[in-house]
């Protein structure tokens, strides 16, 4: 039994082995992991050292705990596991890792899959081990650690989708080789015969319904943390009992994948909870997990290294044959998924085409580190498999790991060079230097200003910005040299422009003057802008600002809803989101014009300067029609909201003020808490109303306002309200005549063959296919949103009898339509709805 306090201080001492072995690796040049491993390699194997010289019987002690620290396979999985696999998945950028779902699952599952099949059959002839021994192995090894390939491609500017299907794979590839191995080790020690069918539901079962619980538990946790107020150390407490909470109610009572639960909640968090958390207490959280994963990731690494003699044991020749099995077995499986299944994808636009030689990187950099270990340690620690599988799965799986580390994982970045990947291209070359050259030439105003306030010499000034104007004069004469064109300059201003929206955006939700729902979609929409500048230029650019004025696929849904089943809610709670979602991206557009003049004019120069000045007018007026267009159906909800919306802005603006005050130390602490709590944070939702009440569209008629209170209630019985979204074809030429339309509020336009013919409120169309039974004789379109009338064909003529007025003013305007139709071989006006 060890002594708790002399356990601690080991691990405080491989704490401070840690600190010190992360700067050494920069200076070397070495992944970190390589130098961890290296370190408790050499800790694992000292106590042999010692015996060897003699010393064993005085250094019994220290020996002991550094080879049976009391530190199992259950440690690794219960205590360090869910910290990792939470961290990953908090930090993950969800939505754009989704453009890329298609390679990414087929990188992480399939490859998780086909790894293990073609490992466990290249070793089944070899091993003297059952099928399913040899399948675990599979599985144990199928685990990648990308840490240092992704770090040579952001060194590199390696395109930032390929960066992420890197990440993403990992993410979901270490997930899926845990349920397989779990899976795998279930069938070993059930002695059941190997089912490929049974196999592979058993694994989807795990892994999905991890997935979906992990989803759960942490859209729980986001309403939870609405309790909070805003406490970042509570919700930075909630998360850390999420991670622990969820892994041990998916392993021990739904028998499902603990790992993929975790991860499930941890991108729940990092999707939603962006926009739900300031930005501040998100910083805080992802730093916190930060720091907590490094503690883990380090511990697990040198503690996983320092087993490593104990998982090798005795080695023989035989072994040595199959650990070059497995390493060539291992490659070709990964080549196999690069090579062959990965271009399907990129010809059918389900991925970003990657070069040869970035497949080649990610081959060579597919790294296996502590987690390999951990499992092959939870199969030496399992009692019901048999003395050789254990044998076997700890002596192969340590060799693979140690064989990555120290072959690929050192000679990782000579590969990269070989492959002529190692540079930044020469568009990311002179985004850099024209970054560096604003920030430089910023420094050098702010020295030279507080010369002046201070009365400083000129000398010294000079002295000073000398090396930053230097730089600055070499950054020009260098970016003139390099043949980039103006189209390509024009991008890098566009993702530039991009990227100070996303910043804009978040500042919204810092100072509360937008919903957490609009907060989402605006960053998701400026994540697609800088996709889209960075892949196309000025044409993707462009194609992203028109999606993120499209109708979502929440909107389509609930505008279905409404049309087959009545249902108004679902589209009144959308059409909200979006007066609200316009109405802050005009301001966010407004503020990227003073963005553009201020920074990109020194930058870019005036010719580039001009022309994202010229995108971002049009986008304004983009924006401006789209919201005029709510504006003027809605204008007392709309002045509702500029109203909540100048209130929360200067609630936040008094906020800030008293804690200035305070801060300052002008005001106590007491009389700043009760500042505090006199002040409302956030104002409820303003209860939205379409405006379908048949009566008050029926007042608004000029046609019908001569109707009493009898005859408008006999006239509401008859008439049907509908809502129409801009571009929605309301008729389709040639369909049956079965409704006449009175435009209470839009406009609509008929598509005539002489020309389109605009109708607006007032107006009615479709009465001359009732009147003369013919079919509809052209389409007819919503320009704008458009509340109508709605006069089915079984209603028109009682209608036309009960309301002679009506009757009246109808038959004249049809009367001169067919005489302004005549010679035609349509009558367009006449359409009406399908």
């Given amino acids: 039994m060890f002594d708790t306090a002399f356990v601690l201080l080991v691990i405080a001492a491989l704490l401070v082995v840690v600190g010190f072995c992360q700067p050494l690796a920069a200076y070397l040049k070495l992944p970190p992991p390589v130098l961890l491993a290296a370190v408790g390699v050499a800790l694992g194997g000292f106590p042999a050292v010692l015996s060897e010289l003699g010393w064993s019987t005085r250094s019994d002690s220290f020996a002991d705990i550094l080879v049976e620290l009391p530190v199992s396979s259950a440690t690794f999985i219960y205590v360090f596991l869910p910290l990792l696999v939470f961290e990953a998945g908090i930090v993950t950028d969800v939505r754009r890792t989704l453009q890329d779902a298609a390679p990414i699952l087929l990188l992480a599952i399939v490859a998780t899959l086909i790894t293990t099949a073609v490992i466990g059959l290249a070793l089944w002839p070899l091993a003297g081990v059952s099928l399913v021994g040899c399948l675990l192995l599979g599985a144990v090894v199928a685990t990648t650690d990308p840490a240092a390939v992704i770090a040579i491609f952001r060194d590199v500017g390696a ?26 080790l279930g069938m070993i020690v059930s002695a059941r015969e190997p089912d490929i069918g049974s196999g592979l ?25 609405a309790w909070v107020r805003d406490d970042r150390r509570a919700e930075a407490t909630l998360t850390l009992a999420l991670a622990y909470g969820v892994f041990i109610a998916a392993e021990r ?24 958390i300031a930005p501040y207490n998100w910083s805080f959280l992802t730093d916190l997990w930060d720091q907590i994963a490094f503690w883990a990731r380090s511990l697990v690494f040198i503690l996983a290294s320092i087993l490593v003699p104990r998982l090798l044991g005795d080695v023989d020749l035989h072994d040595l044959i199959l ?25 059918f636009k389900l991925s970003q085409p990657i070069s040869s030689a970035y497949k080649l990187a990610i081959t060579w950099g597919g790294l296996r580190g502590a987690l390999t270990l951990v499992l092959a340690l939870a199969a030496t620690e399992n009692a019901a498999l048999g003395p050789e599988v254990k044998r076997f799965v700890a002596v192969l799986a340590t060799g693979l790991v140690l064989f990555t580390l120290f072959v690929n994982g050192t000679t990782l970045r000579l590969v990269i060079n070989l492959l002529g990947i190692a540079r930044l291209s020469a568009r990311n070359q002179v985004l850099r230097d024209q970054v560096l050259a604003l920030s430089y030439a910023e420094v050098c105003d702010s020295v030279r200003e507080m010369a002046r306030d201070h009365a400083l010499a000129d000398s010294a000034v000079e002295e000073v910005v000398k090396p930053y104007q230097t730089w600055i004069k070499a950054a020009n004469t260098r970016d003139a040299d390099v043949r980039i064109t103006e189209r390509d300059r024009l991008a890098i201003a566009l993702v530039a422009l991009a990227n100070q929206e996303r910043v804009l955006v978040l500042e919204t939700r810092t100072d509360r003057i937008a919903s957490s729902t609009t907060v989402q979609v605006l960053l998701r929409n400026g994540d697609e802008l800088v996709e889209g500048a960075r892949a196309e230029g000025r044409v993707g650019y462009h194609r992203a600002a028109e999606a993120a004025l499209s109708f979502p696929v929440a909107f389509r849904i609930a505008y279905l809803l409404y049309r087959h089943f009545g249902i108004v809610r679902f589209l009144a709670d959308r059409l909200a989101d979006r007066v609200e ?26 010719r580039i300067a001009e022309l994202t000045s010229e995108i971002i007018e049009q986008r304004r007026k983009a924006v401006s029609d789209a919201f005029d267009a709510l504006r003027r159906q809605y204008p007392d909800y709309v002045a509702a909201l500029e109203i909540r919306f100048l209130r929360q802005s200067a609630l936040h603006q008094e906020i800030e003020r008293y804690r200035a005050l305070y801060e300052e130390g002008l005001i106590p602490q007491e009389l700043y808490d009760d500042l505090q709590r006199g002040m409302s944070a956030a104002e409820p939702r303003l209860h939205f109303d379409i405006g379908l009440d048949t009566h008050s569209l029926i007042e608004r008629l000029d046609l019908l306002s001569g109707l009493d209170e009898r005859q408008l209630d006999r006239v509401a019985r008859l008439l049907r309200p509908r809502f129409t979204v801009p571009n929605e074809r309301i008729i389709r030429k040639g369909d049956r005549g079965d409704a006449v339309f009175f435009i209470v509020s839009g406009a609509v336009e008929v598509a005539l063959p002489a020309g389109p013919v605009r109708l607006g409120s007032g107006e009615f169309f479709g009465e001359m296919a009732l009147l003369s039974g013919r079919s509809r004789q052209a389409d007819i379109t919503a320009l704008t949103y458009c509340r109508l009338l709605v006069l089915r064909k079984t209603d028109f003529e009682r209608f036309m009898v009960t309301n002679p007025e009506a009757r009246a003013a109808i038959n004249r305007i049809a009367q001169a339509r067919h005489s302004m139709n005549q010679g ?11």
């Fill in 159 to 184: 395109p930032a989708r390929l960066t992420r299907l890197v990440e993403g794979e990992a993410l979901l590839n270490d997930a899926a080789a845990i349920a397989l191995f779990a899976v795998l």
């Fill in 581 to 606: 979602l316009l109405l802050v991206m005009r301001l966010l557009v407004d503020r990227l014009l003073s963005f553009n003049s201020q920074r990109l004019v020194p930058m870019f120069g005036e």
């Fill in 323 to 347: 650990v070059g099995t497995l390493i060539l077995a291992a490659f070709i499986a990964r080549i196999l998924v690069l090579f062959v299944l990965l271009p399907p994808l990129e010809f």
């Fill in 824 to 834: 035609d071989l349509d009558r367009p006006t006449e359409a009406a709805s399908p």
């Fill in 253 to 276: 009572l739904f028998h499902v994948s603990g790992v993929v639960a975790v991860l499930g909640s941890g991108l729940t968090i990092s999707a939603l909870g962006r926009s739900r």
């Fill in 201 to 225: 539901a058993e694994f989807f079962l795990s892994f999905v319904g991890g997935g979906i619980l992990g989803v759960l538990a942490g859209r729980a946790l986001l309403v939870v943390i």
